[in-house]
């Protein structure tokens, strides 16, 4: 059974920094791309990043290019790092695979249950 398990959301200050991840299993995902998404009360989910798992390719939305870093070990976690956070990341942060890449998540096939990420002012 796939399962991505996401881990260490919390809540901190802004211009403060916090680590999310993923812990993958069921399968192997060396051909994936690994997702970020996020999702704040009364929006859509929207795209964070996504790492290609085998290379390290990594594309970022805008909104947190510059802030935010992606990244997984070679085992089975996927990260992202984020840093000079703002009220406005405050979010559900999803972790997700798709075989085919790109911001869209209706492409992704796998998702984990999102851990809550609260930035206050």
């Known amino acids: 059974q796939v399962q991505l398990v996401e881990s260490g959301g919390g809540l901190v200050q802004a211009g403060g920094s916090l680590r999310v991840s993923c812990a993958v299993s069921?399968?192997?995902?060396?051909?994936?791309?690994m997702g970020w998404f996020r999702q704040a009360p009364g929006k859509e989910r929207e795209f964070v990043a996504y790492?290609?798992?085998?290379?390290?390719?990594t594309y970022y939305a805008d909104s947190v290019k510059g802030r935010f870093t992606i990244s997984r070990d070679n085992a089975n976690t996927v990260y992202l790092q984020m840093n000079s956070l703002k009220p406005e990341d405050t979010a559900v942060y999803y972790c997700?695979?798709?075989?085919?890449?790109?911001?869209?998540?209706?492409?992704?096939?796998?998702w984990g249950q999102g851990t809550q990420v609260t930035v206050s002012s």
């Open positions: 790492i290609m798992w085998s290379g390290g390719s």
């Open positions: 069921g399968r192997t995902f060396s051909s994936y791309f």
């Open positions: 997700a695979a798709t075989r085919h890449g790109g911001m869209i998540a209706t492409t992704y096939e796998y």
